[in-house]
């Protein structure tokens, strides 16, 4: 099994911010980073040793970056991964392009949680809108449509509440090949995430509780306040998929949790949103660890310094300009982390504020208000 040293080079397709973060790991443990980025201004691109110029399906950057690289991994399942199996021929892959090709698709990705038996909501495919009128018979009202491919974020889904909305929704998912699902009447969402070594090795960090608002990821606390049975439910659950695909990296696994029944809403690959707390509360980051894990070193300590709320930055605080930091910059339980996006658009991820507390409901109150105090800096650079 191959292992780097520090000096090798780790090669990341895509350049946002969990290739940044990685690359900031990377490069603190004597790693080289190559990024595979449209934009020399993305956030990864901006600080990575080198920068490969190229959109996530560009066979002839793939092909330059696996020559130039000692490893490869990715920071979206969203990378085709029959380029994956190219590259793959030049160097190791992690993830694997099959663990991709499961994931990246929801149809299929559902068909192999069916195969290993882990729980999910009711969900069927559909690929035409007659199909979708069928289908909302059979799944029942309320549900949710998702585009099969390239979703995030809550971008390609529709709530179908009434028979009048159903048009609308294959509409608002580009009329394509979608899963209809039912829509979970959850108590809570959760994550588990988990670190694969290439050996089989795995690691838990502790579960996470997250807050979404409008189908995005609003705030995550951790450790979720879960019944022990519950939260040993949910880590079985979520190492029996990384294990059948044969993960190496980091993984997500976000479920909902309706009474004490947990049910999988999806899987993620690599480094995820949710685990951003570990950056900061967690002996080892999920970043650091994802890069250990693909470079073949030991996995880190997952253990957790402090509990912790994590909340997103979303482009709609930059409406009046950039706003002032100081209220947050000014707390000492406070940690700010900005992605150095230029363009802030509404409801985009620009950057996310940590807080250390032992009591997690005062941290999430505390951050939401000073979210809320943000006001446009005046200063002038002259
Ligand atoms: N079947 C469902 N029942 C209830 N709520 C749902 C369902 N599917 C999605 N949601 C809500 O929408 C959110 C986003 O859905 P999902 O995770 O499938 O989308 P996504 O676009 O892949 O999101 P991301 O990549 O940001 O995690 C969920 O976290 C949940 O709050
Ligand atoms: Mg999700």
Same mark, same amino acid.
């Given at each position: 099994?191959?292992?780097?040293?520090?000096?090798?080079?780790?090669?990341?397709?895509?350049?946002?911010?969990?290739?940044?973060?990685?690359?900031?790991?990377?490069?603190?443990?004597?790693?080289?980073?190559?990024?595979?980025?449209?934009?020399?201004?993305?956030?990864?691109?901006?600080?990575?040793?080198?920068?490969?110029?190229?959109?996530?399906?560009?066979?002839?950057?793939?092909?330059?970056?696996? +020559?130039?690289?000692? !490893? #490869?991994?990715? =920071?979206? &399942?969203?990378? /085709? @991964?029959?380029?994956?199996?190219?590259?793959?021929?030049?160097?190791?892959?992690?993830?694997?392009?099959?663990?991709?090709?499961?994931?990246?698709?929801?149809?299929?990705?559902?068909?192999?949680?069916?195969?290993?038996?882990?729980?999910?909501?009711?969900?069927?495919?559909?690929?035409?809108?007659?199909?979708?009128?069928?289908?909302?018979?059979?799944?029942?009202?309320?549900?949710?449509?998702?585009?099969?491919?390239?979703?995030?974020?809550? +971008?390609?889904?529709? !709530? #179908?509440?009434? =028979?009048? &909305?159903?048009? /609308? @929704?294959?509409?608002?998912?580009?009329?394509?090949?979608?899963?209809?699902?039912?829509?979970v009447?959850f108590d809570a969402e959760i994550s588990?995430?988990?670190?694969?070594?290439?050996?089989?090795?795995?690691?838990?960090?502790?579960?996470a509780h997250n807050v979404h608002?409008?189908?995005?990821l609003?705030?995550t606390?951790?450790?979720a306040?879960?019944?022990?049975?519950?939260?040993?439910?949910?880590?079985?659950?979520?190492?029996?998929?990384?294990?059948?695909?044969?993960?190496?990296?980091?993984?997500?696994?976000e479920m909902f949790l309706?009474?004490?029944?947990?049910?999988?809403n999806?899987?993620?690959?690599?480094?995820?949103?949710s685990?951003?707390?570990?950056?900061?509360?967690?002996?080892?980051?999920?970043?650091?660890?994802?890069?250990?894990?693909?470079?073949?070193?030991?996995?880190?300590?997952?253990?957790?310094?402090?509990?912790?709320?994590?909340?997103?930055?979303?482009?709609?605080?930059?409406?009046?300009?950039?706003?002032?930091?100081?209220?947050?910059?000014?707390?000492?339980?406070?940690?700010?982390?900005?992605?150095?996006?230029?363009?802030?658009?509404?409801?985009?991820?620009?950057?996310?504020?940590?807080?250390?507390?032992?009591?997690?409901?005062?941290?999430?109150?505390?951050?939401?208000?000073?979210?809320?105090?943000?006001?446009?800096?005046?200063?002038?650079?002259?």
């Amino acid at each position: 099994m191959s292992t780097h040293p520090p000096g090798a080079t780790i090669g990341i397709i895509g350049g946002g911010q969990l290739a940044q973060m990685m690359v900031m790991e990377a490069k603190r443990m004597g790693y080289r980073a190559c990024v595979l980025a449209p934009r020399a201004d993305e956030p990864a691109a901006q600080i990575a040793d080198r920068w490969i110029c190229g959109a996530l399906d560009d066979a002839e950057a793939v092909e330059r970056l696996a +020559k130039s690289v000692d !490893v #490869i991994t990715v =920071d979206s &399942e969203h990378v /085709p @991964a029959s380029l994956l199996a190219d590259a793959e021929l030049v160097c190791p892959v992690r993830p694997s392009p099959h663990v991709l090709r499961t994931i990246q698709d929801r149809g299929v990705q559902r068909r192999f949680l069916e195969a290993i038996e882990a729980p999910q909501p009711h969900c069927v495919t559909v690929d035409s809108l007659d199909g979708l009128r069928e289908q909302v018979q059979v799944v029942g009202l309320p549900c949710v449509l998702k585009s099969r491919q390239a979703g995030y974020d809550g +971008k390609g889904q529709a !709530v #179908i509440r009434t =028979d009048d &909305e159903v048009e /609308p @929704a294959w509409r608002a998912v580009g009329c394509s090949p979608s899963m209809l699902e039912e829509l979970v009447p959850f108590d809570a969402e959760i994550s588990v995430l988990l670190a694969r070594a290439p050996g089989g090795e795995m690691k838990f960090y502790p579960v996470a509780h997250n807050v979404h608002r409008h189908h995005v990821l609003h705030a995550t606390m951790a450790p979720a306040p879960l019944p022990e049975s519950v939260e040993d439910e949910a880590i079985c659950i979520a190492s029996s998929i990384a294990t059948a695909l044969e993960h190496v990296g980091m993984m997500a696994v976000e479920m909902f949790l309706v009474g004490s029944e947990l049910l999988v809403n999806e899987i993620a690959p690599r480094p995820h949103n949710s685990g951003h707390y570990t950056f900061g509360a967690c002996v080892t980051s999920q970043f650091e660890q994802h890069v250990r894990a693909v470079l073949g070193l030991p996995l880190g300590d997952t253990s957790l310094s402090s509990p912790a709320v994590m909340l997103n930055l979303f482009g709609d605080l930059w409406r009046d300009g950039d706003p002032d930091w100081t209220p947050i910059l000014t707390q000492r339980e406070a940690r700010l982390h900005l992605y150095g996006k230029t363009e802030p658009r509404p409801g985009r991820k620009m950057g996310h504020v940590l807080l250390l507390d032992e009591d997690l409901h005062r941290a999430l109150r505390n951050g939401e208000a000073l979210l809320d105090t943000l006001t446009p800096s005046e200063h002038l650079v002259a």
